[in-house]
């Protein structure tokens, strides 16, 4: 599904990404970690043509890209609605108006967010009305920064159980996370950055304490309990 | 004293653009840069003056270099565009006055009312007509891509060319309105209706209809009040649309929302 080498993204003097390798075999979940300012939404940005970058980005041909950004920074007041966003995707990508309202039921939105300013939207909510534009054109592979930040525990489950779904229907799923329980139950393989290591592999083989202790600056206490990897 | 009809259709479609144009504007965070952005008009009507061609064609050309240099620079640096044109233009605003006279510099400022030529009229007429029909053909694209540039991106939309067609746009409307309002209020025509109507909408169509039905209020209640009364037609309309806009404010008060 995606094939990276030598990805290195710089600002000025600045290496915010150095050298990165790696790939995405379709239908697979990739879980990225790493410290605040590891560069890891600027990854994503890469990845979607975002950012001025060297090394390669390829992606299968046909992948239909859905992007869920961690958040947005709206002003409140703005008299654009959940109706306003997700009936302009639809009309962008052809699609009725009908599955407008499946895609609010997978992410478990009511229709009234339709009716609501975004700007008025709880963090949850927004989320997961972002979740549903990406889903509006039946996605082959999800780009998530952190989707469960700044949600509450019932919004993270329902959010988990979106991607766990979606993970089953076959499509890719690129996820960064600071919630290690979370990389353990979802991805296939995990790449880690820090700002002079990088690693990439199975979580389980990947994870060492002594990787995470690099990862996040300091030991981390991890217990594996041994339920059923996806 | 009545107004002729042909400056009453051109003054209205030019409203009409302003509004649309306005309105994302707003959504795009250039509520100021609007403003600034306007006075890259005067060096054109300085240089065009110097050259003795038609002002407003050098106005033109000046607003169409200045959204295509903003665009250039946004792709390059990082910078808000807020700071670009704030930087830039408010040069431009000191070039153009050193290159006009006292009495050119308050027209080109606060708009020259006179009788339209044909060509001033068809060209008026055609500019509205085309950026009317761009903000409502591009309307989901605009609104996916000021939402968030990298969503519209995996979207499939070709955001740095839109960026481009919706600052040149712009200069395009602020041509429209120099006549009538000059380089110093046609952003405030652009930016006033707008925030009246952001304040009171539901929801975008809301938004944009409501900022049409000012601006195009604003502009002929405010020609011909400025008729009536004798004075500067621009400085009456762009005080009949803030006086929407603190009205607005009262409403909002109640519970509009």
Redesign the interface.
């Known amino acids: 599904m995606l094939e990276v080498e030598h990805l290195s993204v710089r600002?000025g003097d600045v290496d915010l990404l150095r050298d990165l390798s790696f790939s995405v075999p379709a239908g697979s979940s990739l879980a990225v970690i790493g410290p605040n300012g590891s560069g890891k939404t600027v990854l994503f940005?890469a990845l979607?043509?975002?950012l001025p970058h060297s090394g390669s980005v390829r992606w299968a041909p046909g992948a239909r890209?859905?992007?869920v950004?961690q958040k947005?920074d709206?002003e409140r007041?703005?008299?654009?609605?959940g109706?306003?966003?997700l009936?302009?995707?639809a009309?962008?990508?052809a699609r009725p108006p009908s599955e407008i309202d499946s895609a609010l039921t997978r992410v478990g939105l009511l229709p009234d967010v339709l009716k609501k300013l975004?700007g008025t939207l709880s963090g949850g909510q927004f989320q997961r009305l972002?979740m549903a534009?990406?889903l509006l054109?039946s996605p082959t592979v999800l780009?998530l920064d952190e989707p469960t930040a700044g949600v509450d525990e019932p919004g993270q489950e329902r959010m988990n159980d979106t991607v766990r779904r979606l993970q089953a229907e076959g499509v890719t799923v690129l996820l960064i996370s600071h919630d290690l329980s979370v990389v353990f139950r979802f991805a296939t393989n995990v790449l880690c950055l820090t700002r002079d290591h990088t690693c990439f592999g199975i979580p389980r083989e990947v994870l060492t304490p002594d990787i995470l202790a690099q990862v996040y600056g300091e030991p981390v206490g991890l217990f594996v309990h041994d339920e059923p990897a996806r | 004293m009545s107004l002729p009809a042909s400056s009453v259709i051109l003054s209205a479609s030019m409203a009409v653009a302003a509004g649309l144009i306005g309105s994302y504007g707003l959504m795009r965070r250039m509520t100021l840069a609007a403003d600034a952005f306007s006075h890259v008009a005067l060096p054109g009507i300085g240089v065009a003056i110097l050259f003795r061609v038609n002002p407003l064609a050098g106005a033109l050309v000046a607003l169409l270099l200045g959204a295509l240099l903003i665009w250039t620079l946004e792709g390059r640096t990082r910078l808000a565009t807020e700071t670009i044109i704030g930087v830039v233009f408010s040069a431009a605003l000191a070039i153009g006055a050193l290159l006009t006279t006292g009495e050119q510099l308050m027209d080109a400022l606060f708009g020259a009312p006179g009788a339209l030529s044909n060509v001033e009229l068809i060209a008026g007429l055609a500019g509205a007509a085309a950026v009317t029909a761009f903000v409502l053909l591009a309307r989901d694209r605009l609104i996916v891509t000021f939402l968030s540039s990298d969503i519209a991106r995996t979207a499939g939309i070709d955001v740095r060319r839109l960026s481009l067609l919706y600052l040149l746009a712009f200069g395009v409307t602020v041509a429209l309105g120099l006549r009538y309002l000059g380089a110093l209020l046609m952003g405030s025509l652009m930016i006033i209706p707008a925030a009246t109507a952001r304040r009171l909408a539901p929801n975008l169509t809301g938004m944009l209809t409501i900022a049409v039905a000012l601006s195009v209020f604003a502009t002929l209640f405010g020609s011909w009040l400025a008729a009536q009364t004798g004075r500067e037609t621009g400085p009456v309309i762009v005080s009949v649309a803030a006086v929407c806009f603190f009205l607005s404010l009262a409403s909002r008060r109640e519970g509009v929302r």
């Open positions: 600002l940005r979607i043509g975002a890209i859905g992007y950004p947005l709206l007041d703005l008299p654009v609605t109706r306003d966003l009936f302009a995707r009309r962008l990508a975004v972002l534009f990406a054109t780009l």
